[in-house]
């Protein structure tokens, strides 16, 4: 048998390791602080986070929960979007999305006669909407999951599109990882998720994709 420091590790598209959701987070604000106009950002209470999760049915990872305790999505008036191409959502939007898309891919897996496996792990894909994905960023129909099967990748953030479902795989380890990657993308102009480089513009974040 192979010691644990030398089995394969789970594959994502970004190398960056899982760390403090708090402390990258904090890097984004000093950010935000130092070169975009103000804006007002709040997290959700644990009582508010604790009733999410329970909507849910499932076991939301630590990193999830402190994500929400830092930030409650940003209010469409802030004109924020931190992630390229998607609104980070707040706890409603997470139970309303969640349950949408369960209900879109069950009338789908039925016309289609397609049975999701059973037994995945996180980051295995089923090219459908499984109860076990949380999604926390999107737009038109293009998500942002964090993913609680079991599994090496519990907790690892994914892609799911209207046209491939989670073919993608995963993007990040989990969500420290992606605010990781997002923080230094800001603090160096480095591009983020492989293809998104940040400007700012009339003292607002805008992204480019850069290929």
Same mark, same amino acid.
């Not at 609104?87 to 789908?108: G, I, W």
């Not at 980051?123 to 038109?140: K, S």
């Not at 992606?178 to 607002?204: C, H, I, N, Q």
């Given at each position: ?9 789970? $594959? ?36 508010? $986070? ?20 830092? $930030? ?140």
């Amino acid at each position: 048998m192979q010691p644990d420091d030398q089995l394969p590790k789970p $594959i994502t598209r970004s190398s960056a390791p899982a760390g403090s959701v708090t402390e990258q987070w904090a890097r984004i604000t000093a950010w935000l602080n130092s070169h975009h106009s103000p804006v007002t950002i709040a997290g959700a209470t644990k009582s508010q $986070i604790a009733d999410a999760a329970e909507s849910t049915g499932t076991t939301w990872p630590p990193e999830l929960i402190e994500f929400y305790e830092q $930030i409650n999505g940003i209010p469409p008036e802030e004109l924020v979007r931190l992630l390229p191409g998607r609104d980070l959502f707040d706890l409603e939007r997470v139970v309303q999305e969640r349950e949408m898309e369960l209900d879109v891919y069950a009338e789908t897996n039925e016309i289609e006669e397609y049975e999701p496996p059973e037994g995945t792990t996180a980051g295995t894909a089923v090219f459908t909407y499984m109860p076990e994905f949380i999604p926390f960023a999107g737009l038109d129909g293009y998500l942002l999951f964090v993913d609680t099967r079991p599994g090496d990748l519990y907790g690892c953030v994914t892609e799911f599109d209207k046209v491939d479902a989670d073919d993608a795989g995963p993007r990040w380890v989990s969500l420290s990882a992606m605010l990781t990657d997002l923080a230094e993308s800001l603090e160096t102009g480095s591009k983020f998720d492989k293809y998104w480089k940040p400007t700012v513009v009339d003292g607002r974040l805008d992204w480019k994709f850069t290929p």
